[in-house]
Structures are given as C-alpha cells and as structure tokens.
C-alpha cells in the first residue's frame, strides 16, 4: 500500500502532509492558525504566511507528517 501525501504548494515553499503519520499533537495549529486551520478545507492555506514563518512552525511538527521544500 502507498502511503498518501497531500501537497499544498505556494510561491516559495511546497508543504508535503502525510496523514497518516499525524499524532494531532496541534503544533502547526498552534503555531500558525492563519496557514493550518482544520475548520476549513483544504485545511493548509500557504499563502497566509511567509515561507520563513511556515518552516518554523513545521519544523515544531514532532511526528514530521508535515514537511516541506523551499523553492
């Protein structure tokens, strides 16, 4: 079986999620509601934040079911 891998992608970053491996421990909702907000679909919205402030919040994810790639 493959694992799945949702992509967001903006001007400067490429943020890669893998739901299977989210522990939900909120880190990235915390950190950066404005770009990670379950409530509305698609729940990654790139283009509210920097691609500086985003990789900071990312790099917090514990379970690295959110990566990225800077452009």
């Given amino acids: ?3 799945k891998i949702k992509t967001y992608d903006t001007e400067g970053i490429i943020i890669y999620w893998k ?6 421990a909120a ?3 915390k950190g950066l509601p404005s770009v990670f907000n379950t409530q509305k ?3 990654v919205s790139p283009q509210n934040a920097t691609a500086e402030k985003i ?3 990312i790099d917090l994810c ?3 079911a959110l990566t ?3 452009k």
């Fill in 1 to 3: 079986m493959s694992e």
């Fill in 19 to 24: 739901p299977n491996n989210c522990k939900h």
């Fill in 27 to 29: 880190e990235c909702v």
């Fill in 41 to 43: 679909r698609p729940w």
């Fill in 55 to 57: 990789k900071e919040v």
């Fill in 62 to 64: 514990p379970s690295r």
């Fill in 68 to 70: 990225y790639e800077q």
